[in-house]
């Protein structure tokens, strides 16, 4: 543990000396740094996405950096410092876990993620289940979370079963819809089935954002190699037919 307070405190001095001696450190503010701090977590999950573990390192030092930039700011306009900081989260995580700091049973990790829900509930009373998910979040992970979270106190569906027949339920009335030509219902239709397939990868364990963003990487993969093998044949997608598209679609491997 002292290895780490040595290094917290070494990259702590660096950044308070840039932020007195350095133009741009000097300039920066809470607001500025927003859209930078953004751009470092989506790095850090394409990281992930790639396992690349020294990438993953190098993002985590960004983000790090981040979080003690924002304190040292907060600091100077006597909002807040990093202690601070690590303080509300060391009593946060305590209070979160009764069954380890206190003597609440619980059976097992459902439990956990409802009373952390129900915790949280009492922490905010004039908030709601739903109001703890950023109205900013990418829509797909937005419903991810809402979804989640419904699950965490116990609304959810009893079986896999149950969930699977939301989903066919949801894609008949999409049909119905569309043999009606009603843009508008099918619209509507759609992002019902979108939300019902989302909530039943969640009830088989599988986290749909993961689960799209491998397939948009394994996409992109293969086309292009499409897109090359065209190119090395002197041909261009506007000159060639969509039947030997997908047939050379079919011969290339992921």
């Not at 700091?101 to 905010?124: A, T």
């Not at 969930?163 to 992002?191: A, H, P, Q, R, T």
């Amino acid at each position: 543990m002292k290895k780490i307070y040595n290094s917290l405190e070494k990259l702590s001095s660096v950044l308070l000396e840039l932020r007195q001696k350095c133009p741009w450190d000097k300039k920066q503010t809470i607001e500025s740094l927003r859209h930078l701090t953004i751009e470092e977590v989506y790095e850090l999950s394409e990281a992930i996405l790639s396992n690349d573990y020294d990438l993953i390192k190098e993002e985590l030092g960004d983000i790090l950096l981040h979080i003690l930039f924002y304190s040292l700011i907060s600091n100077e306009n006597n909002k807040f410092s990093l202690v601070d900081v690590i303080d509300s989260q060391v009593e946060k995580l305590i209070k979160r876990h009764p069954h380890i700091y206190d003597d609440l049973d619980v059976k097992n990790i459902n439990d956990v993620k409802k009373n952390w829900e129900l915790i949280k509930l009492k922490e905010n009373k004039n908030k709601t289940v739903l109001s703890g998910v950023p109205k900013s979040l990418p829509t797909l992970l937005k419903t991810y979370r809402v979804i989640e979270k419904v699950r965490g106190i116990g609304f959810d569906f009893e079986s896999r079963i149950d969930c699977l027949e939301k989903v066919i339920e949801e894609l008949n009335e999409f049909n119905n819809e569309l043999n009606k030509n009603d843009k508008d219902k099918m619209n509507e239709e759609f992002g019902d089935l979108l939300f019902s397939i989302i909530c039943y990868g969640q009830k088989l364990g599988i986290n749909s954002v993961d689960s799209l963003d491998y397939t948009n990487k394994k996409f992109i993969k293969k086309f292009n190699k499409l897109e090359k093998n065209l190119h090395e044949n002197k041909l261009t997608f506007s000159n060639v037919k969509p039947s030997y598209l997908k047939t050379l679609w079919s011969q290339i491997e992921n």
